[in-house]
């Protein structure tokens, strides 16, 4: 009897300490979910190009080093509309119906699409050239709507002074650039002006889409010193074919970005390109955390970086000058 006794004391000793140990996990869990509570972030890419693949991987990183992880925390919607304008529509409209929390805009085309499908849900820019002259908000210092994030641009004017150090002799400079997309009309319009206060010759081409970038190539390759190229969806697409009309006429192309220069450009002050989406991620966190985009500033990537492809010099032959070359960073394609 005693024995027996002992043995029931044991046993329900035992399933309290199971049962506790049970409840308790359970209810750990539980806590560790609200303070998870998963959030939906709907992001829409007007195409494929280094460059913007580069900004959505920076941004997936950035947004876990915030503590938003996918998989755990963290749901992402990407949606890629192949540069194709009605698929923009109607993916800015399903990102807005399908209940995301927070939307993100890679390029201009891009976030206009999902500003004209909510004026309501946060939408954060990720590397947007000008997003004022765009329309998308009323002022850089003060967006005033649901709009907020990070601008890619770099200073033109530092751009062209670079060019002429680099071509001393350079009198007739190309300008190429979609007619169709906002952010590059603006920086080739400040460029055109800029250039003819140095004194240079300038001649502007646009192309309508990536089918004439040949021919438009050619023709301004074959009545310039040197092309300079905005930061432009259409051509970042297309580099390799801007490219190889140049390199047949031997003429240097100065892009604005990094990943354009490593595509096949010369050299170009540029932003890195991943680190604007861990910035744009940064204000993504912080719209999160209760942020209003109403009262939040444009926040500019960095002055700028000269990015470099030295093989292309070699090829092209041209010096560097120490000046440059010593600030430059290098991004060859190995
Ligand atoms: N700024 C471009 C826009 O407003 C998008 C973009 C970001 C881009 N980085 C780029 C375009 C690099 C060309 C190259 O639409």
Do not use: W
């Amino acid at each position: 009897m005693k024995v027996n006794k002992i043995f029931v004391a044991f046993a329900v000793l035992l399933v309290c300490v199971l049962g506790y140990g049970f409840f308790s996990s359970k209810k750990g869990e539980e806590t560790k979910k609200v303070d998870n509570k998963e959030v939906k972030v709907g992001v829409l890419q007007l195409l494929s190009h280094p460059a913007l693949d580069q900004i959505y991987k920076g941004l997936e990183d950035g947004l876990k080093k915030e503590g938003y992880e996918v998989g755990k925390n963290l749901k992402i919607d990407l949606q890629n509309a192949q540069g194709d304008q009605s698929n923009l529509a109607s993916m800015g409209q399903k990102l807005v119906t399908d209940n995301n929390d927070i939307l993100v805009g890679i390029t201009t085309p891009a976030t206009l699409s999902l500003s004209n499908a909510t004026k309501d849900k946060p939408i954060i820019m990720g590397g947007i050239t000008y997003p004022v002259e765009a329309g998308l908000i009323k002022a850089e210092d003060k967006p005033g709507n649901n709009i907020t994030g990070v601008s890619d641009r770099t200073p033109i004017k530092q751009q062209l002074e670079i060019m002429k150090k680099v071509l001393p002799n350079m009198k007739k400079v190309g300008i190429l650039y979609t007619a169709s997309e906002d952010n590059s009309v603006k920086q080739a319009q400040e460029a055109e002006k800029l250039a003819k206060e140095l004194g240079l010759e300038v001649k502007v081409s646009t192309v309508a889409n990536t089918n004439d970038i040949q021919q438009v190539t050619e023709s301004l390759a074959s009545q310039t010193d040197a092309i300079f190229v905005p930061i432009d969806n259409t051509i970042a697409s297309a580099m390799a074919t801007v490219v190889k009309v140049t390199d047949a006429k031997k003429i240097p192309v100065f892009p604005s970005a990094d990943t354009m220069v490593a595509d096949g450009g010369l050299l170009g002050l540029g932003v890195d390109q991943y680190q604007i989406g861990v910035e744009t991620a940064k204000v993504v966190a912080k719209v999160l955390k209760g942020a209003d985009t109403k009262d939040m500033p444009i926040v500019l990537a960095n002055e700028g970086v000269i990015y470099l492809n030295e093989a292309k010099a070699k090829q092209l032959g041209i010096e560097i000058p120490k000046e440059i070359k010593d600030k430059a960073k290098v991004v060859d394609k190995k």
